[in-house]
């Protein structure tokens, strides 16, 4: 049987519906080529902002060992000018997404203004990291700075920008239905989890920042049920992450309703042979079960 892996999201052509996460490999060109040649459809950078951030003191990762992780970087990143450095004339054989961060429309703006020099195919919006106050929770649990960031990106740029929303909200379709009406072309669900542990011998917290976002298999039923809800109220593209670890995972996304799956800290346990494991896996269920596009898929668990 003839099987075409191939998914259109907003206006990108992806041969795969597999995307390496933000923040999982840095901002690094030669990375990126490595994922790519490892079978991913498409690449979401780290978050980029207008200035250098050093990040959070270390530690600033926490493995939990069959869970996932909790991590803390601060969004560590060298600024939007030394990545217009890095990535000029560069070229990728896969779609590439510029994640960015801010503390006001302006300043996302401004990052994604800068970053069209690169001709991205697409931006994804953080907002939503839980632990960096003025630029993460801060605009990705009001609905009003959503719509207002959402709307002046995309009247700043021509090309599709995605956002990633917070679980850490206590409504988050109601932040989604912001960023639809401000004309989103499609969501990201889900960043971390707001998390801590506890060092029981030093009896104190484990990380640097006291405390960070949750991600990995233990948050995958969390995003599973966001994709499922927001695939049940909006028209939107859906692009699932968290805890996709194995090719069930993914194909549990695409029945929720998630076009895509973004792949996180399933890279940190499997190494980059995951994207080519979970592809063969997809191709075998496509066939067990009579599927020839993976767009039959996506949304077919809602019955
Ligand atoms: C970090 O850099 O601290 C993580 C970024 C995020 O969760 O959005």
Redesign the pocket.
Known sequence: MNLNLEIELASIRMDNPLMLA??ILGICPSLIRRVAAAGAGAIVTK?IGLKARE??PNPTVHIIKDYGLI??????NPGVDEVLEEFKDQKFSVPVIYSIYGSSPEEYSNVAKKLLKLNPVAFEL?L?????REV?QMVGQDPEMVYKVVNLVKSSVNVPVFAKLSPNVTDILEIACSAVKAGVDGIVAI??VKAMAIDIDLRKPVLGNVY??LSGPSIKPIAIKIVYDLFENFKVPIVGVGGVSNWKDAIEYFLAGARAVQIGSGVLWKGLNIFGEILSGLRKYMQGHGFKRVEEIVGAGHK
């Open positions: 933000s923040g978050s990040g959070f991590n803390a970087m601060g969004l560590p953080n939503s990291c839980p632990h960096v993460g960043n971390t960070g976002g």
